[in-house]
């Protein structure tokens, strides 16, 4: 199908929105045609989300013009979004946890007052939904004991049962395994196929250019292109995202690996609710090497991460440097851990890595504060702390490079580079990193790859915690995979591709044999993560 | 202890767990739409006062029921406004509807009536009177089966029914109906409800309101059924007891039967039996009055299992991307 014949399916003309200050849409005009899978990419912030929250009536625009099959229609609130056929799965599932399969697709969409007639008649109606379009899910099954893959479907279904035509995706893959985002595209082909409209938002370049016809470019609330997604490169997409040139590809030289500098053996955690969360978890990672943890999230790696830098005791050995570290006693804490030369930059930096509320240079500043160069007596020499900071942010390259600003007002990656230069700066043997890139764009994950990199070749060792499996298979040196507490299986990223390492993230180890969809749904429900949230 | 003896106190029990178990109910609607409710009590003074009041002025204790229940609307509708459109703190909001209602009756009583922050005796028409259901006179003199029917079955204020029969209907509303269902969803997972194009404002104060109607008749039921008129303060922490018992039940109607009976069983044992020695120690009477406290304290302590709230409760709904 041609991208400018016939009448679109939606259209939107001159689409502004203000928050405050902030434009996050400038006058987006975008025509999307019947039919075909239209990709939305940009940067965070770039305004994406904001866009397709317009178009399902969760903001109102400020000006501009929607038009769904040429007609103008105003979509005050979501049930008018509804109405005119658009169905959104938001990127945080909007479901009920305790409620079923069912009464999750039937909420606000409920033939009568009296809910038994309602549900026999959705029953149904999904019975076909899921025949027609390889979207099995068991009816009668509560929302918190599926895995995301499911919970993902269950959306679509609840838009499919809205008798949608125009879906909206929003980062769907961030939260599944290759072989279930590989099962996620075969379903929007199919739903394609019989004539739907999908309108895919994504930060992922490969996503783009493997399902989509047509794609968008978002940067900083502006549309800076339209372009057939045949007639691109990922290069030249995200050139367009970033407005300049950026690596794609990781440079680095081989590993020169030295002497073991971290050993752990059979270590092991139970959180409190009594739950096994690390189950006799070995490895070992030597000087001038990044060792990556692939995984779905909560299988583990957070505690294996929380466990090393000194936030969560545990049982087992784990020798630094050849000296065993204390992990139950007065002496398992992250001071302690810091003077043996251990840097940890936490997963979540909001909850973890930074205070949100505090300046810059205080934020850089925690962990230093012991340190005799600070210190003035017992006072706290602030000044001092204040000029190597500003020193630390400017060869971090954090912008903008005021250290009075508060955290909460940089950007992500900013801030993800405040964390990282204030764990970098301490000069560790060994760096604990746990997605060091999550809703970071990619200028920031240029640069902060590039720092990682440069570390492990001052022959420091790197242990990367990450659920992005480009981000392991690109930086580590060797690549462990974890399922259910349990490490499955150690690869070198020559020697492995996303298919082996997607199924052993499922916990299945005989990676030679072909698995079905199901199978690894099924396998990957009964991990501790899945089930205890 | 005797047959009869233990039928009074079950017949007290029932007595006392009404206005419990109406009060449980209003917060079981409330919460379960995730509007935290504490302001319970003062739901029940309001409405105990100006039924009590009403019903003293008129004569009618059906007035007086109905000015029950649009004084506790009202008191309903504040804690609405000020926590699902303005996105209050619920618990402040309650917490300050407790110290209005707690004060505005004994000043708004002295003024008009002049009894020292009472209404006068209610008698006759002005007072539920109890309900002889059919045959209980003739079939008292059965064995076993004739007091259970006459003494325990038999012989209570029309509200009491009420408050029995919303058990079921609340049970049906919540989870036979479309209703029931967005109701609950809201108190789970507001974004949910929003998205599916409900709006989620009007089904809290929906909720809000019924928890109006619920407790309005537990604050009439106060003062017009079990007492004859309004005292200060009456209520006595009522309100905060149907919270223990709410937890204790889980959030679910069946087992709020269960809870409040169990709070008004407690109640009837420590009124009945002022001085009872165990063991030959005589036990204060002060101690079994505080029956019903001492286990709220434990509920709350979370000492009987452990209790997961809705979700979303305690929390204004704010729209996130």
Redesign the interface.
């Known amino acids: 199908m041609s991208a400018d014949a016939g009448t679109p399916a939606i259209e939107l003309k001159g689409i502004s929105k203000a928050f405050g200050p902030v434009q996050a849409n400038k006058d987006i005009s975008i025509r999307v045609m019947p039919g075909t899978i239209h990709g939305i990419i940009g940067e965070n912030g770039a305004g994406k989300?904001?866009l397709m929250?317009i178009l399902?009536g969760?903001?109102k625009a400020d000006a501009g013009e929607i038009l769904i099959g040429g007609r103008p229609t105003p979509i005050p609130?979501?049930?008018a979004?509804?109405a005119a056929g658009i169905g959104?799965v938001?990127q945080?599932f909007?479901?009920?946890?305790?409620?079923s399969v069912l009464?999750?697709v039937?909420?606000?969409?409920?033939s009568?007052?009296?809910?038994?007639p309602?549900l026999s008649k959705a029953r149904k109606l999904l019975t076909d939904l899921a025949k027609e379009y390889e979207l099995n899910v068991d009816p009668d099954a509560l929302i918190q004991d599926l895995g995301v893959g499911m919970q993902q479907r269950v959306e679509i279904l609840?838009a499919l049962y809205r008798q949608a035509d125009i879906l909206i995706l929003d980062e769907p893959t961030g939260v599944l395994t290759p072989a279930e985002a590989d099962h996620l595209f075969r379903i929007l082909e199919g739903l394609k196929a019989q004539g739907k409209t999908i309108i895919l938002i994504t930060h992922k370049l490969r996503e783009i250019m493997e399902i989509t016809d047509t794609v968008s470019v978002m940067r900083r609330g502006e549309m800076t292109a339209t372009v057939k997604t045949a007639e691109t490169s990922p290069e030249e997409l995200a050139e367009l995202m970033v407005g300049r040139k950026v690596l794609l590809r990781v440079d680095k030289t081989p590993a020169q690996p030295g002497k073991t500098v971290l050993e752990v053996e059979n270590l092991r955690v139970t959180d409190d609710k009594g739950v096994e969360r690390l189950k006799s978890v070995s490895l070992s990672v030597r000087a001038g090497e990044i060792l990556g943890i692939a995984g779905v999230a909560g299988n583990g790696q957070s505690e294996l991460l929380e466990v090393l830098g000194g936030v969560r005791p545990a049982t087992g050995t784990v020798r630094m440097n050849g000296t065993p570290l204390d992990l139950e006693g007065a002496r398992s804490d992250a001071r302690t851990r810091r003077e043996q030369g251990i840097a940890h930059v936490p997963e979540d930096r909001h909850r973890e890595g930074l205070i949100l509320d505090f300046h810059a240079w205080e934020n850089v500043g925690f962990g230093y504060h012991h340190d005799p160069k600070y210190n003035r007596g017992w006072l706290m020499d602030n000044d001092a702390l204040r000029r190597d900071t500003e020193a630390k942010i400017a060869r971090f390259d954090v912008r903008p490079a005021n250290c009075w600003l508060t955290a909460k007002n940089f950007s992500g990656g900013n801030q993800q580079k405040i964390v990282i230069a204030r764990e970098l700066e301490r000069n560790p043997d060994l760096l604990l990193v746990g997605q060091p890139t999550r809703g970071v764009d990619i200028g920031a994950i240029e640069f902060i790859h590039q720092q990682i990199v440069a570390l492990r070749d001052a022959g420091k060792a790197v242990l990367l915690v990450s659920v992005e499996l480009d981000e392991i298979m690109s930086l580590s040196d060797r690549i462990a995979v974890m399922f259910d507490g349990k490490i499955m299986g150690e690869r070198l990223p020559s020697e492995t591709n996303e298919r082996e390492l997607g199924l052993l993230m499922a916990g299945i180890t005989d990676t030679d044999r072909a698995h079905s969809a199901e199978e690894v749904e099924a396998n990957l429900a009964k991990s501790v993560g899945r089930r205890v949230q | 202890m005797d047959f009869l003896t233990l039928i009074q106190i079950l017949d007290s029990t029932v007595r006392l767990a009404t206005p419990l178990l109406l009060a449980c109910l209003a917060g079981l609607f409330s919460e379960r739409a995730g509007v935290f409710d504490i302001g319970l009590e003062a739901k029940m003074l309001a409405a105990a006062f100006f039924s009590a009041a009403v019903a003293a002025i008129t004569g009618d204790v059906w007035l007086g029921l109905l000015a029950g229940i649009v004084s506790s609307l009202i008191f309903a509708l504040i804690h609405g406004i000020a926590s699902i459109t303005f996105r209050g703190d619920q618990l402040i909001s309650g917490v300050a509807l407790n110290f209005l209602a707690s004060g505005m009756t004994v000043l708004i009583a002295r003024d008009w009536f002049n009894e020292g922050g009472r209404t006068p005796a209610l008698d006759g028409a002005a007072r539920f009177q109890n309900i002889t259901l059919p045959f209980a006179d003739s079939v008292a003199g059965v064995p076993v089966l004739g007091p259970i029917y006459s003494e325990l079955i038999s012989g209570h204020t029309i509200l009491v029914y009420v408050a029995l029969l919303m058990v079921p209907l609340t049970w049906y509303i919540l989870?036979?109906?479309?209703?029931?269902?967005?109701l609950?969803?809201v108190g789970?997972?507001p974004?949910?409800?929003?998205?599916?194009?409900?709006s989620v404002v009007r089904l809290r104060y929906a909720a809000v309101l019924i928890a109006g109607v619920l407790c309005g008749l537990a604050g009439a039921y106060l003062a017009t059924g079990l007492a004859a008129g309004f005292t200060q303060n009456m209520t006595a922490g009522r309100g905060y007891i149907a919270l223990a018992a709410l937890i204790f039940a889980k959030w679910r109607p069946w087992y709020a039967l269960g809870a409040t009976m169990l709070f008004g069983l407690l109640d009837a044992i420590g009124n009945r039996y002022q001085s009872l020695e165990l063991l030959g120690v005589p036990i204060p009477t002060q101690f079994m009055q505080a029956l019903p406290y001492i286990l709220t304290v434990v509920i709350l302590a979370g000492f009987v299992g452990k209790a997961v709230p809705p979700?979303a409760g305690g929390e204004a709904y704010v729209?996130e991307?």
Request: charged share 30%; glycine share 8%.
């Open positions: 989300s904001t929250s399902y969760f903001y609130d979501s049930q979004a509804i959104m938001f945080h909007k479901l009920v946890e305790n409620f009464e999750n039937v909420l606000g969409a409920e009568g007052a009296r809910l038994t309602s609840k | 989870y036979r109906t479309r209703f029931g269902l967005r609950r969803a789970e997972n974004g949910a409800v929003d998205t599916a194009g409900i979700r729209k991307r």
